[in-house]
């Protein structure tokens, strides 16, 4: 959709605080023409999200009653319409197992006795809103009682639920295995709702077939006649991708051969905690959305890691929050303004598309309150869209996610330790796996626990022949057995783990230390004994304490440092810097200032021009995508804040005045403009930088730098 004169107007007006002062010295009032530069139409990727999509949620219990009463699809549609919707995923079956269509397969919901499916389909086809049709795999209460052999069961014959183990007395969803008649029920679903309804596409939901293997009969006989070992843990993740796979493969087309752009997206086979697996399953979506809302056991950190590598696999991505307080169903609550425009706005700002995840009331009306909210946000990503369609992030790190070394065998706080980091710095960064392409990163950092196989070896080696750089700490760079380093390249003896109660660090050369407290530092986890080779620089070292405590030698809270010792705490060799403690995972546990600094300083070695630099605080987040003749900058400025014991809270935008900030460029930009605002900067280019003044972030900010 393009940015109209009128609805730029209508825009200045109703948000004029987004409006920079048109006194500010450094800021031209004129505005650029508009299409600034033109609007990338083409992709180059298999299928074109729309960028304003809404999953709306319908689990309801057949014990409630007056299903749909109030569902009127021409107030359903203009409600979403006003929304500036134009996606939405809607249900033909609920975990429940109920259908919400007259089916011949199925059940219909016992108090249903219109067809919602098609009333809401045609409402949002009048209303040009596309539809995607929900049906729920796994969790299908319906089916589960009526048949204990096809429930999923654990390594003791436990059944397994959504949140825990359950039983035919348990309040709790139960999961149906996939590997048992009801892949061809699904079948026969998914094939009646297609024939019978002209959908947009077809969303598989919770495809959560156990990672770690299933132990029902089906299953456990199965994986006798391939000469797989039920008791082998590696042979049931290996049988659990191919019950994935038939089901995919079975289910995939039914959508798929109905009409050209058809979506279709199974939930839970490309889930970030399946890094290892996820490739091998794209060849059955045709996008990518990633269930992450902030609200509920996902957080604020983790859409930021799952994005930063889900992004860069070939396909169309789509965030997913919700428009809940907490988490899915949460009837009686709603979003925060600032919080739900955070969350949509940093979709853009990584380069994808935006889902705001809903529950239906159980009656089939659209709260207009919530509806309010995201129309609120959606208005503004609609007026953002022409600087994000097809826009690919720019980035010059890599971080090697420690979940490529299996189903959830990596050190995932880590991964969070290294994101959090990065991001604070205004890092420019992905998340790779063993496939990605290292060489066009000009720095790729191992956190913590990489020891290194044959194949991840070789491929860093190469990486590092090519002129690439590193860094690693605590395991990193290790033998698989932990032994010593597989990484010569190091140039470091590693001797252990270090074998005393605590350990400090003192940074010893002047350039690392630059705006660190020149003092002593406790490491809170404590990291390994190693020794400087020949060759190798050190930077920093390790220091000891008095004494291990005992009852003979005791000392309340730690042991204080007492003298410095020959272990290397940080050292460089080349293009290699290594860090003797899990600094990582340290930062995730403690965020102590001091980590992100040292790495910061260790990062500034191998990358002293970023692609950015600023006056931003912290809090501020900053990426750069670029779309053909152009970059756009992106400045969020939301701090989540914990407020309720297990929740971030952001609910205020707390605006940034005067921030300063340097895009690197090979050329001086042919003029540089605010978006949507459309308003000129004055722009300072020196020394491959070009220096601007944001006079006022409020939230969300892009700045254009046209070639
Ligand atoms: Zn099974």
Redo the contacts with the bound molecule.
Sequence with gaps: MSLSRRSFVKFLGVSPSLFPSLSFAEASPALVPFPAASVPEGSDRPLQLPFRHIHLDFHTSPAITGVGEDFSAGDFAQTLKDASINSITVFAKCHHGMSYYPTKVGTQHPHLKTDLLGGMIEGCHKAGILVVSYISTMYDQHMWRQHGDWR?LDENGGEVGLEQNTGPMKVELGRI?L??PMLDYLAAQAEEVVKNYDIDGMFYDNMDYPSSG?C?A??MLEREKLGLHSTKPQDRVKHAQMVLDRAMSRLAPIARNKKPNMRVFFNGPVGYDRVPFIRECLKHFTHIEIESLPGGGWGYGFYEMAARFERNLGLDTMGMTGSFHRSWGDFGSVRNQAALDYECFRMLAGGNQCCVGDHLHPRGKLNPAVYERIGRAYRSVVEKEPWCRNAKPVTEIGMLTNLIHGYHTGAYESDVGTTNMLEELHHQFDVLDRESPFSTYKLIILPDSHRLDAALLAKLRHYLAGGGALILSHESGLDEAGKEFALEEVGLRYEGPWPHEVQYLEVTDPALNQGLPHMVQILYEKGDAVRLEPGAQPLARVWKAYFDRSYLHFQVEQTPFSEPTDYVGVAQRGHVIYIAAPMFRMYADFAYQFYRLLIGNCIARFLPNPLIKSSAPSTARITVTEQPGRKIVHVLHYAPERRGRELDIVEDVIPLANLKLALRLEARPRQVYLAPQRQSLKADFREDYAHIIVPSVEGHQMIVFED
């Design positions: 999923v295995c590997n048992s299933c029902c089906s299953c």
